[in-house]
């Protein structure tokens, strides 16, 4: 069944496409890193970023520059967007895991990212969540704290605890 | 990318566990965003595709120019309506009083009266008033509608109506006319007043800047409803008011009395036929002398009331105060101005009843919205928890 494609409306301005094409291009991988380490699932962190950058483009021209920078603004939606998929995860009483792949290079390093990942898994969701956000998607904490809408100061403490809760874990293996 | 040094440990652990997207993903992803995220349309052409996916994203800018737009069409609409309904209507339906009816109290000496029929009136007037009440009109209609009695020439008509009611009627009309017209129109009420046959107590008609007429008229109370409508046809009807005042009562008391008059005279005439001597008869032509003048004076007072009954009374007026035309029949600066405001007004009046109902339905709608987005982030937490 063949079906039209519609490219959307393109009243946006030229510079918020423009902006929009950069943000996509030194976040996607971020994106993705923060989905995946959040929700410990490939696919699921494929749609989540899909949806994400989707939702982003649609309300591309809505961003307002004096509530925070474009990053921020774009992992406020990934962060919902997220957050949508565990619910509907948790509706469905599902979970699809695709675990990180940890075997691809020495055993010595294998081991000790096996470790890690397994230290990863033991966080809940929001220990893993500033993880994921801060590592994996290089967020700074004045970004943590926008996306999380918490103060820059409580997004620092709650990451300390978090990095020593995983050290913590990481060194009770090992 | 902001790193202090107390995680650089930990930082180059996870880098080595940090997920990185597919080939295939990341190739996929590249597509959909520059080729803008087309979606499946639902639609047969892609105008209207095009159009729907405009719908589906629309701006804050777009969307307040899309609202307001549509809110001062609305309005735009509405005043129209109403001011075409306005306009059909004429401003008789703002101006025009409600129709009234009076009901004279009844006059104390009638329920003391010697003449049987009276108390029977008194009750025929109560079972009059709620008759009356429900239909004023054909009251007056039932009241006239049967042929003049020749008891009225001796002012006892009262006695042949017994049963009906007697009711005055009177009404005021106000036309507004072009200040070219109003002597025109003053000619088309004379000539309506003949084919009544009616009478013109009192006109004036004044002609130049100020030009208005007023007629002070007297229309058979049979010809009142034909009369009134000939004059609404002259021109533009501004005002309308009719009124009926019951007076029964009074004029079957005056009735009495005229009765009671005769009676005596007629006793009197007796009295004097039977005199013997002269200074009896002159004392009896005396009494007999007031006692006719006292009923002169009653049928005089009773045939005005019939006059009032048969005749009603039509206050007329022609103005040309708040024309819809300048002299000569153009529209000036004066009429646009006038205009303008009585549009602005209606537009406001609109405006208000609009804002009374969606009001309202915008706080609900908001408070829905604003309870959707709480519950949704709370669920978001507990997801996350």
Known sequence: MSETL??????????????????????????????AGLLRDRAAAEDVTATAFERAYRKRSRFDPSRGNRRAWLFGIARNAALDELRRRSRQAKLVSDPIDATSLDAER?????????????????????????????LANAEIAAVLKISESNAGTKLHRVVAKLREVCDGAL | MER??????????????????????????????????????????PRLATIAARLRAPSPRRLLLTTSSTALAAIAIATVIVASNESAS???????????????????????????????????????????????????????????????????????RAGHRDIERSAEIGLRADRADVADDSAKVFSAVHNARGIVLHSTTTAGRNAAAHFDLLIPSVRLGDALAAFSAIDEVRSRYEATDD???PTVA???????????????????AAAE???????????????????????????????RVDFSRVSLRIETGGSSTEPGGTWGIGDAW???????????????????????????????WLGRRAWLQRARDRALA
Not at chain 1, 112 to 125: F, H, K, Q, S, T
Not at chain 2, 254 to 272: F, H, K, N, Y
Request: charged share 20%; aromatic share 6%; net charge negative.
């Open chain 1, 6 to 35: 519609v490219a959307p409306a393109t009243t946006a301005p030229r510079d918020a496409d423009t902006a929009f094409d950069e943000l996509y291009r030194s976040s996607r991988d971020d994106v993705y890193a923060y989905a």
């Open chain 2, 277 to 307: 001597t002269e200074s009896e008869r002159t004392a009896i032509e005396a009494q007999l002398q007031g006692e006719r003048h006292q009923a002169a004076q009653l049928r005089s007072r009773l045939t005005r009331l019939h006059q």
């Open chain 2, 90 to 160: 004429g401003p008789v339906a703002l101006d025009r009083r409600p129709h009234q009816t009076h009901f004279s109290e009844p006059n104390p000496t009638t329920s003391s009266g010697s003449v049987p029929s009276s108390g029977a009136a008194v009750q025929g007037a109560s079972a009059g008033v709620e008759r009356s009440g429900e239909s004023s009109d054909s009251a007056v209609q039932d009241t006239f509608s049967e042929p003049p009695d020749s008891n009225a020439i001796y002012g006892l008509s009262f006695l042949g």
């Open chain 2, 4 to 45: 202090s040094s107390e995680y650089e440990d930990v930082a180059v652990a996870l880098a080595e566990v940090r997920p990185v997207p597919r080939a295939d993903f990341a190739s996929e992803l590249d597509e959909l965003v520059a080729a803008g995220f087309p979606r499946p349309s639902r639609f047969g052409g």
């Open chain 2, 338 to 368: 006038g205009d303008a405001g009585h549009i602005l007004g209606i537009a406001a009046g609109v405006t208000i009843v609009g804002l009374a109902l969606l009001g309202p339905l915008a706080l609900i709608c908001l408070l829905a």
């Open chain 2, 254 to 272: 005056l009735g009495e009395q005229v009765q009671d008059s005769r009676a005596r005279i007629d006793g009197l005439l007796s009295q004097l």
């Open chain 1, 110 to 138: 294998s081991e000790r990212r096996l470790v890690l990942v397994d230290a990863l898994g033991r966080l809940d969701g929001s220990e893993r969540e500033l993880i994921a956000l801060k590592f994996f998607a290089g």
């Open chain 2, 247 to 249: 007076i029964t009562a």
